[in-house]
């Protein structure tokens, strides 16, 4: 029975720990596509900016293509904070049920230590008292 509350806890705890690397990992993988749209957004302004005579004619293009990019970025940026909210969140729920998991584990600790010194009380008192009782009788 000893350890059971602070085993169920270890398990939440590693459920926890799991559900914050998937938020880490989502996270991650939008910070990844918004360092590739960067870099998409300098290749359009550079060719946009370049003196080329082809280039000028597609100038028009390219300014609403970087509109579009510049929203998708936006959106991007958005979805990427709710991701750091997520991950944050998820990480204070694990912190939360490892120290409730600490907590239990000592209280289980402090129970068993509890027990191991109620059993030396008892043994000694079953090994004393027909001691005891020799003396009084001689």
């Not at 918004?34 to 082809?54: C, F, H, Q």
């Not at 390219?62 to 750091?84: F, N, P, T």
Request: net charge negative; charged share 30%; proline share 1%.
């Amino acid at each position: 029975m000893a350890g059971n509350r602070s085993d169920k806890l270890k398990r939440l705890v590693a459920v926890q720990r799991h559900l914050e690397q998937m938020a880490e990992n989502e996270l991650s993988e939008t910070a990844r596509q918004r360092r590739e749209l960067a870099t998409t957004i300098d290749v359009v302004a550079d060719a946009m900016g370049s003196a080329k005579p082809l280039h000028a004619m597609f100038s028009g293009h390219y300014a609403s293509q970087l509109g579009r990019l510049a929203q998708k970025d936006q959106m991007l940026e958005g979805i990427q904070q709710v991701h750091e909210a997520r991950v944050l969140k998820e990480r204070a729920k694990g912190d939360r049920l490892a120290e409730h998991m600490k907590d239990a584990r000592a209280l289980e600790e402090r129970a068993e230590a509890d027990d191991a010194i109620y059993d030396l009380i008892d043994q000694h008192v079953m090994n004393g008292a027909p001691a005891s009782g020799k003396l009084h009788h001689s």
